[in-house]
């Protein structure tokens, strides 16, 4: 079993709120992402991150950010959430040679009324 | 158009037949291929990789064909737990973005 964990697994908010959603990996990959995923949807990269202190986005635009202070540690937050980015978010991670082996956390399915 | 594109089914196939699907992708620079399975409201996880030679693991075959520029997947003797969206994956390599995914492929094993 991967050992990369999601939290909140579930999350409703109110229109304009703050959120941070919490994406920790125990396997010491220095690869990590972010991916949306909407029912019935490919997954959509919107961040990635190659190490410590690397951020880039990711081929679908996002109004969300992250940050890579620690090598586990993946969060990524929402300023003023909208009904808009009501989705599924997956984290993944995978070792920095074997980049298309990729291990993903359960997922956030964030609802914003 | 897109870059790796799947049958998104649904295929119904009755329990104990063969089942084989494809996926095209359309950038010549990639590199590494993969198959992934998605269950219902779940993450995805690492089927298995595909190589130009072809490789089997168990019941499932996967294939590539870069002069076609396809991959496949075959799976014998399918079981009810086989029932999963199949999911077309591949890496370009460099180290720069993530995996592209396709939509994936609805497979439904009836008893």
């Known amino acids: 079993e991967a050992d990369i964990y999601q939290t909140p697994r579930y999350l409703v908010i109110g229109t304009g709120k703050k959120i941070t959603l919490e994406c920790s990996q125990t396997m010491g990959h220095d690869k990590m992402y972010w991916y949306q995923q909407d029912p019935g949807m490919e997954l959509h990269l919107i961040h990635y991150s190659y190490g410590v202190n690397s951020t880039e986005k990711g081929d679908l635009s996002s109004e969300s950010t992250v940050s890579r202070i620690r090598t586990e540690h993946f969060p990524l937050t929402l300023e003023s959430a909208r009904p808009s980015h009501t989705s599924q978010y997956l984290c993944a991670s995978s070792e920095y040679q074997i980049e298309g082996k990729a291990f993903f956390g359960q997922g956030t399915r964030l609802t914003v009324v | ?111």
């Open chain 2, 1 to 111: 158009r897109k870059e790796v594109e799947q049958d998104p089914g649904p295929f119904n196939v009755p329990e104990g037949a063969t089942v084989a699907f494809n996926c095209t992708y359309s950038n010549s620079a990639s590199q590494s291929f993969f198959w992934y399975r998605q269950d219902c409201r779940k993450e995805p996880k690492l089927l298995m990789s595909v190589y130009s030679s072809g490789n089997e693991d168990g019941r499932f075959t996967a294939q590539l064909n870069r002069a076609s520029q396809y991959i496949s997947l075959l799976i014998r003797d399918s079981k009810l737990s086989d029932s999963a969206t199949y999911l077309c994956v591949w890496y370009s390599g460099g180290g720069a973005d993530g995996l592209t995914f396709g939509k994936g492929t609805h497979l439904i094993i009836q008893p």
